[in-house]
């Protein structure tokens, strides 16, 4: 159907008149053929209307409710959000996959020397400072250099 007729297809079965959906129609074949079978059966569905005011029987609703949960699949999801004890295992869960890691990421990072004070520097079994090519000199003479040291 063409977009004149289509734009004024209900203003024009209810019995207005329209100039430029009758002008349309008289031009084109398929568009009138097809407002001519609406117009037949506009008496049929009149005659199936019904008033407004038709309220379902009491319960109805519930009942489609209770159709509609008993057809439903139950997801992996609901196991969680039904039991108590589900929920406060995924927050237990949660919460130790946060501290974890938040431990993980603080243990790989690597230290910054800046902020360290030296004697915590010199204290750790795992650092090794060197600075030249002999460490043991050096080593010593990091350590004069600690115990002289004054603010």
């Known amino acids: 159907m063409h977009e004149p007729v289509k734009g004024n297809l209900e203003a024009y ?48 609703y519930s009942r489609v409710i209770t ?11 609901s196991l969680f959000g039904e039991s108590p ?21 603080s243990s790989t990072m690597p230290r910054d020397l800046s902020q360290t004070a030296p004697e915590a520097i010199m204290a750790s079994a795992d650092s090794e400072v060197v600075v030249g090519d002999n460490p043991e000199r050096d080593r010593e003479t990091l350590l004069v250099t600690l115990a002289t040291y004054e603010e």
């Open 85 to 105: 004890f589900a929920k406060h295992l995924a927050y237990a869960s949660f919460s130790f996959v946060v501290l974890f890691g938040s431990y993980f990421v």
């Open 13 to 60: 079965l209810q019995g207005g008149s329209l100039p430029p959906v009758e002008e349309h129609l008289k031009q084109c074949l398929s568009c009138r053929e097809k407002v001519a079978a609406m117009k037949a059966q506009q008496p049929l569905l009149r005659a199936v209307k019904t008033s407004d005011n038709i309220d379902p029987r009491p319960g109805f």
């Open 67 to 77: 159709r509609i949960e008993s057809q439903a699949r139950p997801s992996v999801w």
